[in-house]
């Protein structure tokens, strides 16, 4: 999807707008899956964009009630926009998805 950016400028108060390509939410979906399905860490730039990927570690995360470290899958550049997806309950469950697509707005939304 071709979409416009809202940036701030400087100073604050002015915005830029600035079209960037984000890839739709299900094939992010299912890119990080086959990652995922792998069970390798993966870094690399994929529709533009940087990819990360780490696998589950049955080691739970320094000062946490978690008894493991889940997998997890991010794509894109915070603050500009990212999907991000955690296996939290286990790597056989469905990724819970977080995002930040506040400053994304499709072509549709400016005249």
């Known amino acids: 999807m071709?979409?416009?950016?809202?940036?701030?400028?400087?100073?604050?108060?002015?915005?830029?707008?600035?079209?960037?390509?984000?890839?739709?939410?299900?094939?992010?979906?299912?890119?990080?899956?086959?990652?995922?399905?792998?069970?390798?860490?993966?870094?690399?730039?994929?529709?533009?964009w940087?990819?990360?990927?780490?696998?589950?570690?049955?080691?739970?995360p320094i000062d946490s009630k978690m008894t493991f470290t889940p997998a997890g899958f991010f794509i894109g550049i915070w603050p500009v926009w990212y999907v991000s997806l955690m296996w939290e309950a286990g790597d056989e469950a469905e990724p819970s998805i977080d995002s930040d697509l506040d400053s994304v707005a499709t072509l549709n939304d400016f005249p």
């Open 50 to 60: 940087p990819v990360h990927y780490v696998p589950s570690n049955p080691e739970p």
């Open 2 to 48: 071709i979409a416009n950016v809202r940036v701030r400028a400087s100073d604050g108060d002015d915005q830029i707008v600035v079209p960037i390509a984000v890839p739709d939410i299900d094939d992010i979906c299912k890119l990080a899956q086959v990652i995922h399905e792998r069970g390798q860490v993966y870094e690399d730039v994929i529709w533009g």
